[in-house]
């Protein structure tokens, strides 16, 4: 059973940090893209971040370049987001994607075949 968890979360100040956590489990995505996408309330999921298989290869949404960072650590299956500077408007649940093998990153949503089950950002002005 293919599974997808996200931990870090929380609440913090406008300017503060948080590093999310997305532990796979069920088999390897070490050949594989993954992503990082959030949905506030109200609003539709967007793309934030995503890296290929190597981690040498990323992409970001505009309003998080230079103040986010998705990296990954194979041997852990297991990949990161260090969101630093946090504004207001960065609140909302994260979820972590990944795509099948083989497949590289992408922005699109819809390209991800597994999904976790997102956790809570919520930053205070």
């Known amino acids: 059973q293919v599974q997808l968890v996200e931990s870090g979360g929380g609440l913090v100040q406008a300017g503060g940090s948080l590093r999310l956590s997305c532990a796979a489990s069920?088999?390897?995505?070490?050949?594989?893209?993954m992503g990082w996408f959030r949905q506030a309330p109200g609003k539709e999921r967007v793309f934030v971040a995503a890296i290929n298989w190597s981690g040498f290869r990323t992409s970001y949404l505009d309003s998080v370049k230079g103040r986010f960072t998705i990296s990954r650590d194979n041997a852990k299956n297991t990949m990161y987001l260090q969101m630093n500077s946090l504004k207001p408007e960065d609140t909302a649940v994260y979820y972590c994607a990944a795509r099948g093998p083989y497949y590289t990153l992408s922005a699109s949503a819809y390209d991800y075949s597994y999904w976790g089950q997102g956790t809570q950002v919520t930053v205070s002005s």
């Open positions: 069920g088999r390897t995505f070490s050949n594989s893209g």
